[in-house]
């Protein structure tokens, strides 16, 4: 009532969001805190009119819960760098396989490449929108990638240094390290769900990324390097037991004048 007296006859803007919604004049000073708007409306700008009065007086607090700003170069920057971290820890990655497992190393690192590519045409198809958050996931499936194949390659060389040969070693190997790398790939699997499903933001594309780089890792190491090894045991310039880091069997000459046999 009072303003009505302040401005009568003058006009008063009404203005949300910075914008000015209506100017009307004050014609009249208001007994009963109401007053009407009068001029040239069709019904639904009188409608529109209204509506945005109505909204503009509800009393909805704005509480801020987390606010973060990153230029735009500041987060290309922080991307690339990651990527190139997560290059540099492939090729150690790739360096500690070949010269410690040798030969089934470097079939590790070759099924490592076919995991990458497989892994980033999924995340181009689904697609998946590489955050520093969902970076962190794709370089930690690296990780268990090259865990399933350290958990083969030991078993290789127990069932090798135990005298069995190269062919029944592979496949003793493979058979007594699946149920390790089955449950850790599952329990990896149902940690990244539960964070997917809870999480928001961020921690849902470093769940998901994490999710689909496991899923690959596991196929890769059951599947694709057994199929490599078992191809690199058909050739007989690869069949040398050193070459799978494990030295050759000396000549058992326990008996004298009895014929020898190298294993």
């Known amino acids: 009532m009072q303003i009505s007296k302040d401005y009568l006859n003058q006009p008063v803007q009404i203005t949300l969001d ?11 000073v208001f007994t009963s ?29 704005l509480e ?33 396989m070949i010269a410690y497992y040798r030969l089934p190393g470097a079939i590790a690192v070759l099924a490592l490449l076919y995991y990458t590519a497989l892994t980033y045409a999924l995340f181009r198809l689904v697609p998946v929108t590489l955050t520093l958050a969902g970076i962190a996931g794709f ?8 865990d399933a194949n350290v958990l083969t390659f030991e078993r290789l060389k127990e069932e090798l240094r135990a005298g069995k040969s190269l062919r029944a070693a592979v496949e003793e190997g493979r058979r007594r390290a699946f149920p390790s790398i089955l449950y850790s790939n ?49 050739a007989s310039s690869l069949r040398r037991r050193r070459l799978y880091g494990v030295e050759e069997k000396a000549p058992d000459s326990r008996v004298a004048g009895a014929p020898v046999a190298a294993v």
């Open 186 to 234: 599952l329990a990896t699997i149902m940690t990244a769900g539960i964070l997917f499903w809870f999480g928001t933001g961020t921690v849902k594309g470093f769940a998901l990324t994490l999710a689909i780089g496991v899923g690959v890792s596991f196929f890769t190491a059951v599947i694709v390097t057994q199929m490599l090894l078992h191809a690199a045991i058909e």
């Open 139 to 146: 370089i930690l499936s690296i990780g268990m990638a090259v």
């Open 18 to 28: 910075g914008k000015e919604v209506s100017a009307p004049v004050i014609q009249t």
């Open 64 to 96: 801020v819960i987390q606010s973060s700003r990153v230029e735009p170069t500041l987060g290309r920057d922080s991307v690339n760098r990651s990527l190139v971290a997560g290059a540099i820890g492939l090729l150690l990655v790739a360096f500690f």
């Open 33 to 61: 805190g109401t007053g009407i708007i009068e001029g040239n409306f069709t019904t639904k700008s009188a409608n529109e009119l209204a509506i945005q009065l109505k909204s503009g007086s509800l009393p909805v607090p």
